[in-house]
T-cell receptor, first 113, second 112 residues
Framework: EPEVTQTPSHQVTQMGQEVILRCVPISNHLYFYWYRQILGQKVEFLVSFYNNEISEKSEIFDDQFSVERPDGSNFTLKIRSTKLEDSAMYFC???????????FGSGTRLTVV | AQRVTQPEKLLSVFKGAPVELKCNYSYSGSPELFWYVQYSRQRLQLLLRHISRESIKGFTADLNKGETSFHLKKPFAQEEDSAMYYCALRGGWETSGSRLTFGEGTQLTVNP
């Protein structure tokens, strides 16, 4: 069964540093997403991406965040200057048409120290 | 605004007992509801979507628009059902695109 792959599985970074979280969506999917889950809290939507542009973003997705699909296979989330409160599990997901349920990756645990 | 509430953070039952995981939602239009499951240290997996009206691994869920609920049920719980269960809502495309709004999750433990 096709999978969404995320790397790394765990990243530790110092406050103020830039991080890039990487995702390889399922190859025939057209919609891509980032969600995050702060420890003990619910899964929260960050951003959706379609046709090489952001289609929707939440209030969490401020100027510190950006997404990119640099090469037609990878889908990245960049946090420019990490804060302690960015520590969370970040999930990538993809969907063939944005209507059916997504396929999620296994997540990247980001720890900002 | 759309909201999903799962009132129970923890639910513990014995093997063979019926289980019901509650989900209530708030949305002014016609939502699409999902159940996702996350087994220990694994990824979120789609379990059910309401418009499919299917039964997966013995689980069913019926959308009750009058009560704005989408409770997940299984008549006889198994130990392998132990997992975190998330209810999620997708609103109308025009208002909320394809984003999912998740509930807080319910950790189900099925004891032997």
């Amino acid at each position: 069964e096709p999978e969404v792959t995320q790397t790394p599985s765990h990243q530790v970074t110092q406050m103020g540093q830039e991080v890039i979280l990487r995702c390889v969506p399922i190859s025939n999917h057209l919609y891509f997403y980032w969600y995050r889950q702060i420890l003990g809290q619910k899964v929260e939507f960050l951003v959706s991406f379609y046709n090489n542009e952001i289609s929707e973003k939440s209030e969490i997705f401020d100027d510190q965040f950006s997404v990119e699909r640099p090469d037609g296979s990878n889908f990245t989330l960049k946090i420019r200057s990490t804060k302690l409160e960015d520590s969370a599990m970040y999930f990538c997901a993809s969907s063939v048409d944005g209507l059916y349920g997504y396929t999620f990756g296994s997540g990247t645990r980001l720890t900002v120290v | 605004a759309q909201r999903v509430t799962q009132p129970e953070k923890l639910l513990s039952v014995f093997k063979g007992a019926p289980v019901e995981l509650k989900c209530n939602y708030s949305y002014s239009g016609s939502p699409e509801l999902f159940w996702y499951v996350q087994y220990s240290r694994q990824r979120l997996q789609l379990l059910l979507r309401h418009i499919s009206r299917e039964s997966i691994k013995g689980f069913t869920a019926d959308l009750n628009k009058g009560e704005t609920s989408f409770h997940l049920k299984k008549p006889f719980a198994q130990e392998e059902d132990s997992a975190m269960y998330y209810c999620a809502l997708r609103g109308g495309w025009e208002t909320s695109g394809s984003r999912l709004t998740f509930g807080e999750g319910t950790q189900l433990t099925v004891n032997p």
